[in-house]
């Protein structure tokens, strides 16, 4: 509707060409809260494409009219030159006490103004009166704010304002107590009466502390309000992605500046002419689109606004009558271009205010819903009819969760009219309500609508031509056959020869009419390519023999739709005969002698030569592991004690041809069966004697632990099973391991009880008693 090229109020991915310029007219209708306001605007704009991805863009407000449907709700129609007909002068508000320069017990607070008490004075409004606040001669306000010595009678004065915090500027006797030049808004009152039941003013039921205002319009005073050429935007929309591709991303800057501002023109901010920013909004937008099918696009944006706040110099202070907030805006769009000359479009578009700000009673994030189309007779200008929805105006279901909180106070609750006359404040604390506020008027209306008319230049639209296919006329390869290497330990025969090389280089050649840049294309039937371009290597190692084909082709934007050529390259088995290449060896076997029973080693170490294959033979013993490998453990038997074992291994897979060496041997001795070691014997002795032999006995066990110990007890059948007990005992009190203990008995020989004990070496006979 105004700004860069889009929707209505959404940006698509699309910018003006190069050389394009579009001009619209709108007349705009839209409604916001609180106050209920109507918007109707005639803005006009203007954009111009730099290049076909960029554009630049101007808009302005021809005209603007604000019509305020519910005055009560903001705090505008509460300043002190704002007046309506039928109330007297002024509505109640809530404001910032005035503050003299004497003892002033209410300074800082929050104060009821009550209706038809404040007198018309004009901005800035500093050093005018304050009003009356219900207070009847004799009495005067001055002297309760520190105006005049108490007792006196002297008038309460507006001003001068002072430095406040992120709400604004602190304006005594005219804005709110939390900050700004806007008063907090009273809704309504209950009457007091004095003792002779008459009317004696009133007090506030149903008020806010906190200002409330429209960021569109904060400041305005009055019912209907209107202006000209007052906001001014420029800015420019960027595209970053191709013209033809079917998403386009992007960003809209803009500056926003106000031709009225407070020091000037504070009069056409009263009508609602602008926020007002004194240096201007700085704002940013991302946007995106994305065309979805052949008629439906889809857009969404993310924008932010940097807005200013409303400043004016009085009397050499900068004050901040207004902090305004900033915008961010979140919306998104589908339009659906039936053909040329029809697009209907739907919208969503939230706006929510952040940041620092004055604080807003009634602060209304506004979202919308806009349906609509657009009608282009010709593709330099068209029309455009949308209906436009507030979806969230401030009606009954608006408050369910609304609190307010806060104190002020009433500065003549009770009037004295005995003796000296005098007033007595009284504290007022906001009543506690669910659901719209009691004297909050109701938002009815949030309908709207958009009527639009534009034209401009447009380029010609390019015609399409006709691709021509690229060809490749030429394709050259190193090689047509390669005949395979031998494999290990084969040679070519006599006279033949054979290719290591299975890598063909190739060179492609293509030609396209239109010059477009190529895209070489392979394909082969084995092996693959390695490079890009139009010269690669064709690696081929590793495949059997046969025949491969390699096909190029390339492709200029349109495919593979042109010429391809095809070469053909043969591989064969080279004729291979076997080489000499004997194997050079030696064996190795044990050390030294090896036991009866025990293990040893042959180990056959080949150097050189093919692979081959082990078959090992022994004279004696048994091969344990390792046949068929290099190296084997050969188990010896008591009967090979005193022999030597001699261990053959045969070679195979050599080629007889070539009489390498296919048999190697190694021996080994064996030492002589060992016999049982007598190690002591005694007869008949004290039990102390006895396990002192034992003792001794199982230290030359421990000394061979892979013999056994062998013991033999003779006598009487009583006299061995005591000797056994005292034997078996021994060794549990030792805790030597039972298992390599046995226990023999040798009968009765009438010489009474004997024992013998023995060490068993490994494969030597235990010994008969």
């Known amino acids: 509707m105004g700004g860069a090229t889009g929707l209505f109020t959404v940006y698509d991915g699309q910018t003006l060409r190069k050389g394009e310029h579009t001009v619209s007219i709108a ?28 554009e630049i863009f101007y808009n302005t407000d021809v005209w603007r009219g604000v019509k305020v449907n519910s005055p009560r709700n903001i705090s505008g129609t509460y300043l002190p030159d704002s007046v309506f007909s039928g109330i007297g002068t002024s509505f109640p508000a809530m404001i910032l006490a005035p503050d003299g320069n004497l003892a002033n017990p209410f300074a800082g607070l929050a104060i009821y103004r009550p209706p038809g008490t404040q007198a018309v004075v004009g901005f800035p409004y500093t050093g005018g009166s304050a009003g009356s606040f219900g207070i009847s001669s004799p009495l005067a306000p001055g002297a309760l704010f520190g105006f005049c010595a108490l007792g006196t009678a002297c008038p309460a004065l507006m001003g001068p304002a002072f430095a406040g915090g992120s709400n604004g500027s602190f304006f005594p006797g005219v804005g709110s107590a939390t900050g700004g030049i806007l008063p907090g808004i009273v809704l309504a009152t209950t009457p007091l009466f004095n003792a002779n039941n008459t009317p004696a003013g009133t007090i506030p039921s149903s008020f806010t502390i906190a ?33 033809e591709s079917a998403v386009g991303a992007g960003i809209v800057g803009a500056y926003r500046w106000f031709h009225d501002r407070p020091n000037s023109r504070i009069g056409e901010l009263f009508d609602g002419a602008s926020p007002g920013g004194s240096r201007g909004d700085f ?45 961010l805006l979140i919306s998104a769009a589908v339009d659906f271009p039936v053909n040329r000359w029809f697009q209907p479009i739907v919208e969503v578009r939230s706006t929510q205010y952040i940041g620092s700000r004055t604080e807003n009673a009634f602060e209304n994030n506004p979202w919308d819903i806009i349906g609509g189309f657009r009608i282009f007779p010709k593709r330099w200008y068209g029309f455009s009819f949308a209906y436009r929805r507030h979806m969230n105006q401030q009606d009954s279901g608006s408050f369910d969760n609304l609190e307010f909180t806060g104190d002020a106070t009433v500065l003549c609750r009770n009037q004295v009219t005995t003796g000296a006359p005098a007033c007595v404040p009284g504290v007022i604390t906001n009543p506690s309500f669910t659901g719209t506020p009691p004297g909050f008027l109701l938002s009815e209306n949030p309908h709207g609508f958009i009527v639009q008319a534009f034209v401009g230049r447009r380029n010609p639209r390019l015609v399409d031509v006709v691709n021509q296919f690229a060809n490749v006329t030429g394709l050259v390869i190193s090689d047509t056959a390669i005949v395979l290497p031998c494999p290990a330990g084969m040679g070519p025969r006599a006279g033949a020869v054979c290719n290591d090389a299975t890598t063909v280089t190739v060179a492609t050649t293509a030609v396209d009419p239109e010059n477009d840049v190529l895209t070489y294309n392979y394909t082969v039937s084995g092996g693959r390519i390695v490079g890009t371009g139009a010269n690669v290597s064709w690696d081929l190692s590793g495949l059997s023999p046969g025949t491969y084909t390699i096909t190029a082709g390339v492709d200029d934007g349109c495919g593979l739709c042109g010429q391809t050529q095809t070469r053909t390259v043969t591989i064969a088995a080279c004729d291979c005969i076997p080489l000499c ?103 008949k002795l004290p039990n102390d004697d006895i396990r002192g032999r034992l003792d001794n006995f199982f230290t030359e066990l421990s000394n061979n632990p892979n013999n056994q110990g062998y013991i033999i007890n003779y006598g009487t059948d009583k006299e061995i099973a005591a000797r056994e007990k005292l034997i078996t005992n021994h060794i549990a009190f030792r805790k030597f391991d039972r298992t390599r203990i046995t226990l023999v008995r040798g009968g009765d020989k009438g010489e009474g009880p004997s024992t013998k004990l023995y060490r068993i070496p490994p494969g030597a006979v235990n010994p008969n008693p």
């Not at 904060?218 to 420019?236: Q, R, V």
């Open 27 to 54: 007349y705009s209708n839209y409604d916001r809260d609180p106050g209920n306001m109507d918007f109707t605007e005639i803005p006009v704009s203007f954009q111009i494409g730099l290049s076909n991805k960029f």
């Open 211 to 243: 200002a409330s205002y429209n960021p569109d319009a904060p400041l305005i005073n009055k019912p209907w309000g209107e202006s000209y050429f007052n906001t001014h935007t420029g800015g420019f929309k960027w595209r970053w992605t191709s013209n």
């Open 283 to 327: 704002m940013g937008t991302f946007f995106l689109d994305a065309r979805v099918g052949q008629h439906v696009n889809v857009s969404t944006n993310i924008g932010y606004h940097w807005n200013s706040d409303i400043k004016a110099d009085i009397d050499g202070f900068s004050a901040t009558l207004l902090n305004r907030p900033d915008e």
């Open 581 to 683: 290449n004997c194997p050079t060896g030696s064996i190795s076997g044990p050390a030294g002698v090896t036991n009866p029973g025990e293990t040893m080693s042959f180990t056959l170490n080949l150097s050189g030569g093919p692979d081959v294959t082990y078959n090992w033979s022994v004279s004696g013993g048994t091969i344990e592991t390792g046949q068929g490998t290099p190296s084997i453990v050969v188990r010896t038997a008591r009967e090979n004690a005193g022999q030597t074992i001699t261990a053959t291994v045969a070679l195979g897979g050599l080629d007889p041809a070539c009489n390498c060496t296919t048999s190697y041997s190694e021996s080994g001795p064996v030492a002589p069966a060992p016999e049982a070691v007598l190690v002591d014997e005694f007869g």
